[in-house]
């Protein structure tokens, strides 16, 4: 029971569907063979401008949710302090009550030096154990939860870098172990991103404007265990973007971003025909790679070769219009080749905000047949604490 409660949380999460190997034992290009790591929350968007414009974000406008696209944005935020407040019902189309809690705040403490943290909370709900006979023996809340810090440098008037340090937690059954041998423990790991933020002002006929570019490797760490024997990737990734202001006139202005992404995770090796003499071998060497050689491997180890590996690339844009940097309308498109998890949805969005905080919401709305992700919602309300504080003189 509980392994298969592992992998359901591992392949529907992060992947948005479930496939079977044995069903193919011969394995062929047109297979489905997505990336499979552990602790797929870390993958979720958190914040609702993000999310409703189709999960952009690493090279747009810096905000209070900075700390999950690129930290390095922190260093160019207007105000010294701020902090956000996110909710995200997950997978509202198979349960009722999992879902995503999202907090991250930053304070620049210096001209060029920016501290920032998040915490998220990914909650799966209550899962009910039965014994062989189906009897109700015990109800579990299984959860993954991330806390982090941040430290970003403005290291000349256009970029800056950063630095973050995190702990992982996930804890898929709460410790109901049996003392069969195969019970599950609660896993822990340790990881940390590296971060890159050009912005720099673009002078247009019709105003100043701006240009951003942004790089971030996020999770770099060790691999997470739930049995003493057994250790999983988590998803480190690489985050690449772009992202340009156009001021139309004096109150109205549209941004254009797009992102791509790369899991840096091997893939988990294809077993060619029941009498594969090799697989046995591969196998073993996937489970003992570590997580850093993994980062190199996942360039070059896709069964398909070059090809297939260009098919874990990611790729999603996105649009916000606004209007006296007050009423923002934001739309975007988010795709996954559909061997490497199918995840193809349009998102739109609303916001708005005044000098002390800000109000977003997103919405998913999936291309894709039978996609878990399919009307998501998030909702994130952000404090600017300088706002507040001149509110109160």
Do not use: C
């Not at 073993?284 to 570590?290: A, L, M, N, P, R």
């Not at 916000?320 to 199918?342: I, P």
């Amino acid at each position: 029971m509980k392994r298969i409660i592992f992998s359901l949380v591992i392949v529907s999460v992060s992947s948005g569907y479930l496939f079977s190997q044995s069903g193919n034992p011969q394995w062929t290009a047109d297979v489905p063979n997505p990336v499979l790591t552990a602790v797929p929350a870390l993958s979720i968007t958190p914040d609702a401008r993000g999310g409703g414009m189709g999960d952009v974000g690493v090279a747009t406008k810096p905000d209070e949710n900075s700390q999950y696209w690129n930290p390095a944005k922190y260093a160019f935020m207007e105000s010294e302090a701020g902090f956000s407040l996110s909710y995200t019902p997950w997978l509202r189309k198979l349960v009722n009550d999992i879902n995503l809690g999202y907090v991250a705040g930053y304070w620049r403490f210096s001209e060029r030096n920016t501290i920032s943290t998040s915490l998220r909370y990914f909650s799966l709900g209550d899962l009910q154990l039965t014994d062989p006979q189906g009897n109700h023996v015990n109800t579990i809340k299984p959860y993954e939860m991330a806390f982090d810090v941040a430290w970003s440098l403005l290291l000349s008037e256009k970029l800056s870098g950063a630095v973050a340090l995190r702990y992982i937690r996930s804890d898929l059954n709460q410790g109901q172990n049996t003392g069969t041998g195969n019970d599950m423990y609660p896993g822990n790991a340790f990881a940390a991103d590296l971060a890159f933020f050009y912005n720099t002002p673009v002078v247009f006929s019709s105003g100043d404007g701006r240009f951003g570019a942004g790089i971030n490797i996020s999770n770099i760490g060790s691999k997470i265990s739930y049995q003493e024997t057994v250790s999983y990737f988590i998803p480190t990734n690489l985050r690449l973007g772009a992202s340009l202001d156009y001021p139309m006139d004096d109150y109205n202005r549209i941004s254009i971003s797009a992102d791509v992404n790369k899991l840096l995770v091997p893939s988990v090796p294809r077993q060619y025909g029941s009498t594969d003499p090799t697989y046995a071998s591969r196998l073993d060497d996937y489970k003992t790679t570590s997580s850093i050689a993994g980062i190199f491997k996942s360039f070059s180890d896709a069964p398909g070769g070059f090809s297939e590996e260009l098919k874990e690339i990611m790729w999603s844009a996105g649009a916000e219009y606004a209007y006296n940097n007050q009423f923002f309308v934001r739309a975007g498109y988010f795709n996954e080749n559909k061997l490497k998890g199918n995840r193809k949805f349009f998102s739109a969005g609303l916001g708005f905000k005044l000098n002390v905080f800000a109000l977003d919401a997103g919405y998913v709305i999936s291309v894709a047949q039978q996609n878990p992700l399919d009307q998501t919602l998030r909702i994130s309300l952000s404090f600017d604490l300088n706002g507040i504080k001149n509110l109160a003189n």
